[in-house]
Nanobody, 123 residues
Framework: QVQLVESGGGLVQAGGSLRLSCAAS????????MAWFRQAPGKEREFVAA???????LYADSVEGRFTSSRDNAKNTMYLQMNSLNPEDTALYYC?????????????????WGQGTQVTVSS
């Protein structure tokens, strides 16, 4: 059974930083694209970042330059370093994985999802 488990969320003041982790089990995703999405109350789930097996990443415009995704294939784990956080970053953050190597910003391209970790940024 495939599981993705996020951790690292919490409450932080504006300008602060958090590091999210996504640990995968049940299969290896070392050759697959993985991604972060987020969903704020009353809003659609939106793309944040995607990363391929080599570490190459793409980002949403809203987080470019502030967030950095990375992965440790040996640990089957993905990370999201979030800096310069602002209240607009407040959301439930999900990690996702797909069965191909190609990254995508479309949520429906990802077959596997975690339960999410809450990030709250106070002003």
């Amino acid at each position: 059974q495939v599981q993705l488990v996020e951790s690292g969320g919490g409450l932080v003041q504006a300008g602060g930083s958090l590091r999210l982790s996504c640990a995968a089990s049940g299969r290896t995703f070392s050759n697959n694209a993985m991604a972060w999405f987020r969903q704020a109350p009353g809003k659609e789930r939106e793309f944040v970042a995607a990363i391929v097996w080599s570490g190459g990443s793409l980002y949403a415009d809203s987080v470019e330059g502030r967030f950095t995704s990375s992965r440790d294939n040996a640990k089957n784990t993905m990370y999201l370093q979030m800096n310069s956080l602002n209240p607009e970053d407040t959301a439930l953050y999900y990690c996702a994985a797909r069965s191909t190597v190609l990254p995508s910003s479309a949520r429906f391209d990802y077959e596997y999802w975690g339960q999410g970790t809450q990030v709250t940024v106070s002003s």
